[in-house]
């Protein structure tokens, strides 16, 4: 039974902190951009943690991966005012090889410990493809096992890795986690109200895609997932409150 987080049924979430960990720019403004800007909409202070600069997102010859990290940066920056989101945070890790290494942990380790998110979303690592024609990408894997490792155990555990603990972070324990393009979601929010924005947000990544290309798929998947829970677009994820 899906858990519904519509306007007319509560309960929803109602997060205070969240944490939107992605492996690229863009990733978090196709799979979760509705449900950040709901959250934030009641008050969220809502971040966003990214990887990778998502800096060989280019096929254009005359584009070097340095000038395509600052485009990129300042387009996800511009996206997640879109949502009346806080700020997006870069890991610096290299895109397009990403890897689930302790060295990724521990930067998401000390993020989470430095915000202290009561809610993290992060993609869900154990999707490889989809239907007949989508991969999904390596780097997304990776970001998603990664943040969880970093939420169970590192972030509640000041001995894993203690430099981190050094200097006055403290351990930090998350309460919520949302994995977003799930394999078997359990929790639909309802973003018909909020369907604008995410397109706005999802406009502002101008070196990847014009609008007018992703919008139909986008309101696609959108309505796929709204019809599960009677509304018109909704964001699925499946949720996870570890003990
Ligand atoms: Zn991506």
Known sequence: MPYYSGEEKPPIDRPQRVMVIMAHPDDADFTVAGTVARWAQAGAAC?????????????????????????RREEQRRALRQLGGQDVWFLGFE???????????????????RFRPDTVVCPDPTMRWAG??????????????????AIFPSARNRHIFPELFANGLAPHAV???????????DTYIDIT??????????????????????????????EQNGAVIGVRYAEAFKVIRPR
């Open 47 to 71: 971040i966003y943690v990214l990887c990778t600069d998502g800096n060989k997102g280019s096929d254009d010859p005359a584009m070097t991966p340095e000038r395509l990290a600052i485009i």
């Open 175 to 185: 309460a919520t986690v949302y994995l977003s393009a799930a394999l078997q979601p």
């Open 95 to 113: 895109d397009g090889v990403l890897e689930p290494t302790l060295a990724l942990r521990r930067a998401l380790t000390e993020a989470i410990c």
């Open 132 to 149: 007949d024609e989508y991969i999904n990408h390596p780097d997304h894997r990776a970001a998603g096992e990664a943040a969880l490792a």
């Open 193 to 222: 109200a909020t369907m604008d924005r995410k397109l706005a947000a999802l406009a502002e990544h101008r070196s990847q895609f014009r609008l007018e290309e992703v919008e139909p798929f986008v309101r696609q998947w959108g």
